[in-house]
């Protein structure tokens, strides 16, 4: 049973628009998320994070929003840039011990000129 | 960039061989994983270490195993392997010495193929 849903597998943006890219959650024990941004043959990049106690979190242009009473997050890029281009990870820690991430499968989001 | 590299890129191998896939860092973590990626599924956790000789199952452990006789190496190794094992394998580390942060940084991975 998947913990982390990202539900679209691919989105399509013209650049200088926001791109917005969802996540689902069920296990309620999550208390920390984090975005990776992934190009083919190269490992996930880690992007932007957030804890539980907040509900925002913002670096340059990239912003996650946190909504913890429906159990979703999004991801804001504005503007898109052509490098964007990528597949994008959404995964979630319980905290606490060292226990790895989980993942959701990705969205691969396509920036159009 | 975190220091992780990763031994060997690619490997084809047969059915039923055992196989070793290295991970080593040099930014002194203390947490290592293993994960697998597979088309449809997303990242999944095969094994970690939380230190030198200690470690853990995750989500997919059947049929792999791990060591860590060294801060810097986290080994995994698939002791007969399988089609179903055909991957793409990434190894991550965590320093998590700071409050309220959990990131992880990846290697650049090892794909894998058995025929």
């Known amino acids: 049973d998947q913990q982390v849903k990202q539900n679209s597998p691919s989105l399509s943006v013209q650049e200088g628009r926001i791109s917005i890219l969802n996540c689902d959650y069920t296990?309620?024990?999550?208390?920390?998320f984090l975005w990776y941004k992934k190009y083919p043959a190269e490992g996930p990049t880690f992007l932007i994070s957030?804890?539980?106690?907040?509900d925002k979190n913002e670096d340059g242009r990239f912003t996650v929003f946190l909504n913890k009473s429906a159990k979703h997050l999004s991801l804001h890029i504005v503007p898109s840039q052509p490098g964007d281009s990528a597949v994008y990870f959404c995964?979630?820690?319980?905290?606490?011990?060292?226990?790895?991430?989980?993942f959701g499968k990705g969205t691969h989001l396509i920036i159009q000129p | 960039d975190a220091g992780i590299t990763q031994s060997p890129r690619h490997k084809v191998t047969e059915t039923g061989t055992p196989v070793t896939l290295r991970c080593h860092q040099t930014?002194?973590?203390?947490?290592m994983y293993w994960y697998r990626q597979d088309p449809g599924h997303g990242l999944r956790l095969i094994h970690y270490?939380?230190?030198?000789?200690?470690?853990d199952k995750g989500e997919v452990s059947d049929g792999y195993s791990v060591s860590r006789s060294k801060t810097e190496d986290f080994l995994l190794t698939l002791e007969s392997a399988t089609s179903s094992q055909t991957s793409v394998y990434f190894c991550?580390?965590?320093?998590?010495?700071?409050?309220?942060?959990?990131?992880?940084?990846f290697g650049p991975g090892t794909r894998l193929t058995v025929t």
């Open positions: 991550a580390i965590s320093d998590r010495r700071q409050v309220l942060t959990y990131e992880q940084y």
């Open positions: 296990n309620s024990m999550f208390d920390y």
């Open positions: 957030i804890s539980s106690i907040k």
């Open positions: 995964a979630a820690s319980e905290g606490g011990g060292a226990d790895g991430l989980t």
């Open positions: 930014e002194n973590h203390r947490y």
């Open positions: 270490s939380y230190g030198v000789k200690d470690t």
